[in-house]
Structure formats: C-alpha cells, structure tokens
C-alpha cells in the first residue's frame, strides 16, 4: 500500500482551470487502477475519472469533455487536468489507486484537496 498526496486545489472562478497532482510515496507502476473521486458537501463520494489497465479511460459524465485524467509513472504521480471549471464541480478531491492482489485489491487513498468554484 503507497501513501498518497494530493496538490493543486483552491479557489478558481467559473470558466477557469486548475490541475490536481497526486503523488505516490512509491512506485505506482504495477496499479491497476489509478482514479479521482470528489465528495460535495452533503452528497456521497463519486467517481471523476479513471485509467484502469487493459480498459478505456473512463470519466463521468459530468465533467467529460472538460478534465483529463492522466498518469507519469516516471515521476509516481496522477493528475487530473480540470478546465472549464463549473460552480458545481465545487468538492474536495481525493485521488485513489488499486492494486489487484492474490489477496484481493488493495487501495489506497490521498486525504483530499478541497476545489472551490466560485465567482
């Protein structure tokens, strides 16, 4: 299990961009899967964007079009290219990966990085 940071959050009026990083304490490599969740307030956890391997990058519906979910292995870290920014992609941003074992999947999480926007 890696320990995760996430950066880049903050205030950002509406129309703007903001990337998120997410750095892995080791190597993400040999992840399975490499994804950004968000939590509003008051709503439940939902799933942003993510890379699985042997699969399509997936995103949901909301913010297609508008973020890009990316990965450097070199440098152990996920991003997540955020444009276009709307007041309700307003959330604290977690980022997660997954790594499939014989004991079953393992997962790790970052402790978030708040996103508001507002004008």
């Known amino acids: 299990q890696v320990q995760l940071a996430e950066s880049g959050g903050g205030l950002v009026q509406p129309g703007g961009s903001l990337r998120l990083s997410c750095t892995a304490s080791g190597s993400i490599s040999s992840v399975n899967v490499r994804a950004w969740y968000r939590q509003a307030p008051g709503k439940q956890r939902e799933l942003v964007a993510s890379?699985?391997?042997?699969?399509?990058?997936s995103y949901a519906d909301s913010v297609k079009g508008r973020f890009t979910i990316s990965t450097d292995n070199a440098k152990n870290t996920v991003y997540l290219q955020m444009n276009n920014l709307k007041p309700e992609d307003t959330a604290v941003y977690y980022c997660?990966?997954?790594?499939?074992?014989?004991?079953?999947?393992?997962?790790?999480w970052g402790q978030g990085t708040q996103v508001t926007v507002s004008s």
């Open positions: 997660n990966v997954v790594k499939y074992t014989m004991r079953g999947p393992v997962a790790s």
């Open positions: 890379i699985t391997s042997g699969a399509p990058t």
